[in-house]
């Protein structure tokens, strides 16, 4: 799948979008795909309702890597476990945590602390990413929060280091910051669907992102599109039995093709002129689709992907 190589070269892949469009489907078939190309993959969320271990036949996995299929493996990360983590992973205060942050007057003044838990998140896709010796992944996607709560999981880092703060927390942090703003090893992708409304969000998103974030998304991948050939187009337009069905059909790709005109134009404008643009990936509508996931899904699904120009 060429639309994806340049999704394969990334040590991490974040994934964002409205709820309800199929974010983690497309995250799960992201990291499933890279993993059928010898890829050992990290597929991470952070969800008190689990997200992924459903799509591979698992219930949960929570807070402890579990390996789902061969080169794929998942972790939720929660809040609570995941600063534990930070602190003696990361800052390497292991006999500090166990006596002074576990205590509970401790525990509860850390979890007023603005943005601690988006920073210990970033800490540890920043850890699967690079300093995991132990399972050394080719690769690591996040199945991300929705899009306003991801800008401001990504504005985390300049908050801290803004904040006055000093120590071991600003330079973890810096760490941090500067691989998650680099090209090289990071990727966004943002799904969206082709109806009006969630079109004019991730339009807003896009603009928004580009202002706001000092690292481009790189994907935009439209969920649920009716893709049909042009043959095919034509006798639909053509058709007169079945007139419900027909009608319905009609008016569905009447409405796609207008809202993906929109998409186009709203990324043209924002991005005209700049050397890397994203890539815009058109994926079919699948229906329902049965859980587990078989193992050639993600292969399957993006191999009828079409990629478009803007």
Sequence with gaps: MTLLNSLLEKKLVLVTGKGGIGKS????SIAQYAASQGKKVCLV????????????????????????????FAINLNPQDNFRDFVVLHLGFAKLFEKVFTKPLVKSFINM???ISELTLLGRLYYFSQLDDKHNFDMVVLDGFASGHFMSLLKTPDAVLDSGMVGPVIKETKMVKDFIFDERYVSVVLVTMPENLIVS????????FKTEIPVPHSHVIVNRCLLLDESEEQALKSASSMELAVRYMKARLESESSSLQRLKQGLHNIYQGLQKEPQLLLLPDLGAVDEPLSGQFARSWFDQAEGVSF
Excluded: M, W
């Design 25 to 28: 489907l497309t995250a799960a």
């Design 201 to 208: 969000e991730a339009i807003d998103f896009s603009e928004r």
């Design 113 to 115: 602390l603005p943005g």
């Design 45 to 72: 969320e952070s969800n008190a309702q689990e997200q992924l271990a459903p799509l591979f036949g698992q219930e949960r996995v929570g807070h402890k890597l579990q390996e789902l299929s061969p080169n794929l």
